[in-house]
């Protein structure tokens, strides 16, 4: 019997087999936790990370320490845009890790922000 984590691995395995980033347009990948959400910008041909934010990031620690988790997520999304968008990178591929994609939830939402401050996927 499975349980939701082995479910969603399936779905991330399956989603994995389907994209990958390159220079030109890197991955955007999510992880969330209970508490906490992360979001990173991947070139899978040299394995390297482009870009990085999250809610226990420096510059973002204390700005959502009393946010709700949507809110935060919100946040997290736009400084991952600006943080492509200072590295030089325009274009991302979206990788949602196997979570559920809505435009409510923590995952759409971290997407939708990006989206508004200049990402492109």
């Not at 991947?42 to 420096?58: E, I, P, Q, R, Y």
């Not at 946010?67 to 400084?79: F, H, L, N, S, T």
């Not at 274009?91 to 939830?105: P, S």
């Amino acid at each position: 019997m499975s349980n939701k984590v082995d479910t969603r691995l399936r779905r991330k395995y399956r989603i994995r087999a389907k994209i990958h980033g390159t220079a030109e347009r890197p991955r955007l990948t999510v992880y969330r936790s209970s508490k906490h959400i992360y979001a990173q910008v991947v070139n899978d041909d040299t394995g390297t990370t482009l870009a990085f934010a999250g809610t226990l990031s420096k510059d973002l620690r204390d700005a959502v320490k009393d946010d709700r988790k949507v809110d935060a997520a919100r946040k997290v999304g736009e400084a991952i845009a600006k943080a492509c968008l200072a590295a030089g990178v325009t274009q991302v591929v979206f990788d949602r890790n196997g979570y559920v994609y809505q435009e409510q939830n923590r995952v759409g939402v971290l997407a939708d922000a990006a989206r508004k401050a200049g990402l492109s996927f």
